[in-house]
């Protein structure tokens, strides 16, 4: 079949994309954006074609889906459409490749990213497994038994999928845009797991996740002694962390990871609890998990001379938070810096207390104005990085502009945080301090 994905260089785009074209489908696609993104490595490793204009020919018998980032007036959706081509949601393309293999389908408000590509590294390493995974990272191949996904929640789309196995990492108030409340979230997330065809796996130390009734066989892990999947002896240090993993009360093993903070022990018992449920070791998953390099922008690091810089896609307020105290446990002799573009004004309308105080972790906070492609600034016209900016203990206003403000900081870790691209902020300080 031939599919033309409009925003194909977004995460989930490029994803859909790229699995599309291992499964011996025709893909193109366009997009707005003509500058390199990370997303697009596996769409040029597959000689995918990008389209950034509209004087092409798209041939009749096309699938056409596109992002929600893309309006229903944009030029590209018009023509299209005045063509007849079919059109599919995004979410429901997905939805029916869940149903082609056996699949584990990665969910939460935070981790899914991480949880997803820990999973996807020991499976591939064991038995070869398809994945699709939020930073733009996805592969198929028909023979292949397993199926990673990370599973968003942005307006419903994961409860097109029809997952064998989920895993849900945790629950909080997100996409204020589209649910009315926590409760709708919660409500939703049920949802989703009775959409789940086998086993559950969740993370019992999160309150809103224990608040559902579940009708399938869940295993619970975490801190908490109350948990199937306990982490036990947790020690972090400078090099990782590292504990003791008890199944149902026993000593199933103790675990070394390359990883730092709280969050990141918690993605890896969502590992060790699915791998242990699909017989795979305690000595392989040991070993595998030794060797994982993070996703895509997930607490990228790059040093120069004393100061180090890091690249997180951090947008909520845990996360920022997480990230933070991660830097600080791995660098706990710097200087610790955070540089965050808000997206979305209504995230920035419903949590401005919390991003400051996330923010407030590292020593100095920087601050851009809020970067948004899918809402309308005239639609919130009170909403500003003022709201944030006003409960920042040491924090300033920054922009492209005025990005030489950063280099007074010596011996320092600089993190660079957002979902929207801050890319040309974090290279025009890389290029001041080389």
């Known amino acids: 079949m031939k599919y033309y994905c409009i925003g194909i260089k977004g995460s989930g785009m490029a994803t859909l994309a790229s699995l599309l074209h291992d499964l011996k489908h025709q893909v193109s696609g366009y997009d707005d954006v003509r500058e390199w993104k990370f ?129 849900i990492t945790n629950i909080e108030l997100e996409h204020t845009e589209c649910y009315r409340d926590l409760e709708d979230i919660v409500n939703t997330f049920q949802q989703f797991a009775h959409n789940t065809k086998e086993h559950l796996i969740v993370c019992g130390d999160n309150e809103n996740i224990r608040s559902i009734t579940f009708d399938k066989e869940v295993i619970y892990y975490g801190y908490q002694e109350n948990n199937d999947v306990v982490a036990s002896n947790v020690q972090f240090n400078e090099v990782g962390s590292s504990f003791d993993c008890y199944i149902e009360g026993n000593l199933f093993g103790h675990f070394d990871l390359p990883l730092f903070g709280r969050h990141m022990v918690l993605n890896a018992l969502a590992c060790i609890a699915i791998c242990y449920k699909l017989g ?11 060797t994982f390099k993070n996703a895509k922008r997930r607490f990228a690091e790059e040093s120069f001379g004393d100061i180090v810089v890091i690249d997180d896609y951090a947008h909520h307020p845990t996360e920022i938070q997480v990230t933070l105290e991660a830097a600080r446990q791995k660098y706990p002799d710097k200087e610790l810096v955070v540089v ?11 949590f401005p207390k919390e991003f400051a105080n996330a923010m407030n972790k590292a020593d100095k906070q920087y601050l851009t104005e809020i970067d948004c492609n899918r809402e309308k600034r005239e639609d919130y016209p009170n909403v500003s990085s003022k709201i944030i900016l006003d409960g920042l203990a040491n924090g300033e206003m920054i922009s492209e502009d005025s990005v030489e403000k950063l280099l007074r900081h010596e011996n320092a870790v600089i993190c660079f945080m957002s979902c929207a691209s801050i890319a040309h902020l974090k290279e025009k300080y890389e290029a001041f301090i080389k």
């Open 340 to 350: 965050f573009k808000p997206n979305t004004y209504s995230r920035t309308q419903a």
């Open 39 to 167: 997303t697009q490595d596996g769409l040029d490793e597959r000689n995918i074609k990008i389209y950034y204009d509209q004087n092409h020919i798209i041939e009749p018998d096309t699938i056409v889906t596109f992002s929600k980032a893309f309006s229903e007036e944009h030029p590209e959706i018009k023509r299209v459409k005045q063509l007849g081509l079919t059109i599919k949601p995004y979410h429901e393309i997905i939805g029916q490749l869940t149903d082609q293999f056996k699949t584990i389908s990665v969910a939460g408000t935070h981790g899914k990213t991480t949880t997803s590509s820990l999973i996807t590294h020991v499976l591939n390493n064991v038995y070869g497994c398809n994945y699709f995974i939020g930073d733009g990272s996805g592969h198929a191949q028909k023979e292949n038994e397993y199926f990673v996904i990370e599973s968003d929640e942005f307006n419903r789309h994961f409860l097109a999928y029809h997952p064998t196995y989920s895993i």
């Open 280 to 290: 795979i070791s305690k000595d392989q998953i040991h070993d595998l998990l030794l």
